[in-house]
């Protein structure tokens, strides 16, 4: 596997990573995933724009140029002979003697990123499933920041009950999925949890949002209790690689019929036809 | 600079960490600082089972023997002619394609360890400054992670302020330091934030504890307010760097005369007569 790393593009085994790079000490760095659909970057200026701002909320500087990151990827695509897949970007503040605070003078970012294959999940349109688990995660994450564990933890569990998906709850609030944003139809209203410090605000959740108005439906940004997803008529999450995943199962028991629901069939298939354009 | 990097010391430039070793890709990763003084590692052993508690509080197996790595270790002390200094161990999961869920099967952990002189910090005699800042961390940091944003954040604040530390508080309870424990004295009596899961269990906080009992003076591990903070008629911090560092001011704001007060003496004077025993 190629990657691009700070300028020029190299083979994986070429990339050294210092000791002393503050993502690998720290966690001090940020990231996106970008779709690749057909050979091409999927909604790309909204994460380098989303990209721009966790860098500014954490004072990396200067940014990487979006342009050039951009024409990378599409190098790197193109010698991977990439169709449907992923592209990884990711920002440290660079390489410092280990202190906590900022070192000064800053050091000079690290910018790795590099492309996959990723197929569509099958749960998209068989359902997914979803465990119910407490959002543990800093009160930080609407900063795209590879501080991860959080969310490592509650995947983990996900995977080790055959789910697809942890969902988090703080307190009685839903907050967001450890990897994807929840929404939950109820009464022929569409309810997430607005964008807060509390999540992270997806570029696909944006995206539905919009297709949700443009399509007529009532969309509520408010944040709902664990009680109201239990009540739910019918449940999603979104993401970038998971699109809008049906979720009809949340820790073994249905949701409403267990079946995929017209509000989330509408919404999923008005998705994929976006991106079918 | 040398460093141990799995199993071998070589130059700091010959280590290559992988972008996929997921302490570069998720933070998912542990660490230990053990003090150096006299070229001897200082409580190592607990050091030593704190490190084997993070790695299986986050199932990251096999862990390393504590043994190899104290060996290793000295070697460097010798190598690199450190007198008084500290020790940075770390280990991360090891390497594999990026998911969120622990890969399986599990890679191999990746360790790394340098050691660097370090002074005794000013603020132990002189006495140090705070600033008060919201705990925002995650709520499992009694595991010794490097997802630390959260401190770094803490830190830079209270180094644009002048201040040599920033204590924590989330809601009206005082937590800990960005990077210490903290410790206040409260008419004759000694309070600390027990070790839950919202602090990290510092090791100088066990010793002073220990010290503080065989000294006869009553201890009491309790939540206390930021308000009993500000009433406080001392107040200290501990850690492996900091050892026992009074805090004569907070906020710029002068903790009761704004001088070190007995008890922090007592402790801070016990602590030193340990290190050099």
Redesign the interface.
Known sequence: MR?Y?NGSIKP?ED???????R??????GV?EVIRIYGGRLFAAERHWARLARSLRE?SIAPEPEAEGLEQAIMTLIHEEGIHDGIA?V?V?RGEA??????PNPAPWPNV?A?V?PYPRPEAIMRGGRAVLVPD?????VDIK?????????A??R??EAGADEAILHRGEIVTEG??SNVFIVRGGIVFTHPATTAILNGITRQLVLELLQAQGVPVVERPFTVEALWAADEVWITSTTAEVTPIVEIDRVPIASGRIGPVTSLVRDAFMAAVAR
Chains 1, 2 share one sequence.
């Open positions: 990657v790393w994986l990339v050294r990573i210092s000791p002393l790079d993502g690998y000490l720290f966690g001090d990231y954490l990884y990711q440290t003697p280990r202190t906590h605070a900022f790795l590099y996959q543990i995660r800093w009160h930080r920041t590879v501080n991860l564990l959080g969310n490592v933890l995947k983990q996900a995977q450890s990897a």
